[in-house]
């Protein structure tokens, strides 16, 4: 694992190992209205436009040309040869682990632990998209170095960019919150976490995972290392919830610039580029990722999904080295 696959595996892999069933329905339902792009020779998918009438041609095609990588469009087209029509999108949300800004690892590429904190943020995001945001149908893939969530309800299908990024900014939770209310009787203090519910939950639980997975080592806007030492010595508190006992040993002034710096780091829990991007490609669910020989699955099950065993394709076991 890990170790990039010879041209020899990936037709073993594609010949003898890879069934065309493996490719989720619904990337196969509408193959026709999609566009394919493959990567022949491990220098990035430059073979695009490619369209496949029935999933009989692209199995035919992967079975050929077994690809160093393949993909297709989270966008539906008319013509998707040429990229034409845009019809919908998928929304994407794609969580990578090397690209985690807080990982505990500190490995210099990918590693059974930054992967786990991947799929432990993908798993927060998507109980967001659902409970916050009533999304119902969404596919979670393994993407080989980590995860896509792919969301397919019709009412986001039809979204442009900015309303995309608006929802990237809630589930992530990118904002600070507002802390001053208003009604006829006066204004109010309320910080984040004394409101139980909508986005100022969300950006709570957020901000208690970026804490927790701080190190010293963990680079924050306008956070010194004595201020990170102090959130770290002080943060067992919100194992309990004790938000506002923390607050206090903090310091309210040192506590604002905390969480405005995990804010503004959790931003890069995902990337921002492809969640935007409506005619983006994507790893094809079911392909192999060959720099890490690792196989591209849909996940059925995220508490029992464990990439070592469930990603690995059979070449990799029959390694003599
Ligand atoms: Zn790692």
Redesign the pocket.
Known sequence: MFKQATLEERRKYYREEWDIKQVPDFIGNFIENREFGFDHFGRGPNDRYKVFSTLDYLKRFLRSKTPFAAYCSVAYYQKPRRRDGWMKSELVFDVD?KDIPI?T?G?DD??E??LNEAKEIVGGLIDTLKGDLGLKNMHLIYSGRGYHIRVIDDDVMGLGSDVRSQILKYIVGADVPKDKYDDAAGIYDLQHFSIPLGYPKVFTQRVKYGIFHLTEDSKLDDVNLKLLKDVIKYRNLLEDDEWGLFKNRIGPLRYKKIIKGIASLNMSLVDAKVSIDLKRILRLPSSLHSKVSMRCTEIKNIETFDPFKDAVPKFVWERED
Do not use: E
């Open positions: 682990a990982r690892c490995c990918v590693c632990i930054c």
